[in-house]
């Protein structure tokens, strides 16, 4: 093989293919324009959803009689509005006064959107869907009546006065933003007020916190910043990368054979007196520096809008490093 040759072809493809405006879109605009948009954009738009959803009062239905002070705790809450029986159909109201059904209180049968196990306290799925209280609480913030549901069965405040364990459901739909803030709203509240019941009986028995605690755990993550970074950068950005890469390569390799054949310029390409290897690794250069170059187009788009986004929510912990960058595009 004549490597001047190669050469001649490698140039002349690479000077073809940067004339073409959409190959120069997809090395340099795209890479430009897409990571401030996915990166910069989207996190603004999650922020200002974030402070509308926090700004808006929490509607939560009321179904059942709760302590006194436990009703003095959520009507004082901020963002939180209690409302008795709302959004509860009458028949399931008389059902649930007269005991004839029981609150959802049993712990969910699977694990909640984050993991955790269906336990009292926690985040679980709504269990069956054929609980009436279930399907009314659903119905009803469908409907937007309510953001949640907290159901106490006949005798729950009884029995958290008289030192009993109650029972109380907190319902609420995970896909909704709105009833999400309100779970997380009401669920602070309920921990408080269930932490002042446990403070207020160990009084009364003479006993202090540390009795009722038995063991402190304390769980600390000592990974340097710098070694976070590196896992989060090297396992998402430069998969992105490769997969950049591969598209910057894409639409020119076409252009390069196929294009080439519907152009009419191949036949005379292959009339000149070339071997075959000499026109393949010519393209091949040409292909292989258009997909360097885009991914060098992405990784430096990647690390300004890393550097301008760093300090924002969520990203206090990165610590980029110009030798990161350099490590990521090896």
Known sequence: MRWPIAWTIYRKELTETLRDWRTLGMMVGLPVVLYPILILGLGQVQQSTARAIGARTSTIGVWGELPADLQARLQ???????AEWKGAPEELRR????????????PAPGPGP?????????????????HPVIAAARRAIAAREVDGVLVAGP??????????????ALLY????????????????????????????????????????????????????????????????????LIMMSLLGGLYPSIDLTAGEKERGTME????????????????????????????????????????????????????????AFVMIFL
Do not use: Y
């Open 76 to 82: 004082a809450a901020p963002g939180v509005t209690p």
């Open 268 to 323: 005379t390409l292959l009339c000149v007196p070339l071997r075959s290897t000499e026109i393949i690794v010519g393209k091949f250069l040409t292909v292989w520096t258009i997909s360097l170059v885009t991914g060098l187009a992405n990784l430096g788009s990647i690390a300004a809008t890393f550097t301008r986004a760093v300090h924002g929510p969520g990203l206090e912990n990165l610590h980029l490093t110009p030798a």
């Open 155 to 168: 005798g729950f405040a009884a029995s958290v006065e008289t030192g009993g364990l109650g029972r109380i």
């Open 173 to 240: 739909d995970w896909v909704r933003p709105e009833s999400k803030q309100a779970f997380e709203r009401v669920r602070a509240e309920l921990e408080a007020w269930r932490a002042e019941v446990v403070r207020r009986r160990l009084a009364e028995r003479g006993l202090t916190g540390e009795w009722a605690q038995a063991v402190d755990l304390v769980a600390r993550d000592i990974a340097p910043a710098e070694k976070v970074s590196g896992h989060i950068l090297g396992t998402a950005v430069s998969f992105l």
């Open 114 to 130: 984050d993991g955790s196990a269906g336990r009292p306290g926690s985040p679980g799925r709504a269990g069956a869907d054929d």
């Open 95 to 106: 059902r649930l006064a007269a005991g004839e059904v029981e609150p959802p209180t049993a």
